[in-house]
C-alpha cells in the first residue's frame, strides 16, 4: 500500500527556516508527481510545490517562489521541501501527496483533487 509520512514542522520565527520531508512506501519511487501542499484553519488545502519524479520537473506556487524549494532523493524515497524566509502567512498544516501511473496531477501538478494518496500531515507554525 502506498503511504507517505511528512516530518520536520515546527515553530519558527519569520524569516526563519524548517526542512520538511516526505518520506514514501509501497510504490517505485522514480515515476511520480509528488507535491506538497497546506491547509491553514478555515482555508482550502492549496498547492505550493510539486516535483516530477521522471524528469524531475518542479512546480511552486507563487506565493513561495524565490523561497521554497522542493528536491527529492530517489534511493532513499524521500522528497524534501526547503522553506527559508518563512512568513506568517505560511502558517499551515502541511501534507505530502503522491500521484503514480496511470498519471492524473501530470498536467494540474498542484491541484488537490488529483492526487490519490496523503500523508498525515505536519504543523508548520511561523511566529512575528
Known amino acids: 500500500e502506498v503511504q507517505l509520512v511528512e516530518s520536520g514542522g515546527g515553530l519558527v520565527q519569520a524569516g526563519g527556516s524548517l526542512r520538511l520531508s516526505c518520506v514514501a512506501s509501497g510504490f517505485t519511487f522514480d515515476d511520480y508527481v509528488i507535491g506538497w501542499f497546506r491547509q491553514a484553519p478555515g482555508k482550502e488545502r492549496e498547492g505550493v510545490s510539486c516535483i516530477k519524479g521522471r524528469e524531475g520537473s518542479t512546480y511552486y506556487a507563487n506565493s513561495v517562489k524565490g523561497r521554497f524549494t522542493i528536491s527529492s532523493d530517489n534511493a532513499k524515497n524521500t522528497v524534501y521541501l526547503q522553506m527559508n524566509s518563512l512568513k506568517p502567512e505560511d502558517t499551515a498544516v502541511y501534507y505530502c501527496?503522491?500521484?503514480?501511473?496511470?498519471?492524473?496531477?501530470?498536467?494540474?501538478?498542484?491541484?488537490?483533487?488529483?492526487?490519490?494518496?496523503w500523508g498525515q500531515g505536519t504543523q508548520v507554525t511561523v511566529s512575528s
Open positions: 501527496a503522491a500521484d503514480i501511473p496511470p498519471f492524473r496531477a501530470f498536467y494540474g501538478p498542484l491541484r488537490t483533487n488529483l492526487y490519490d494518496y
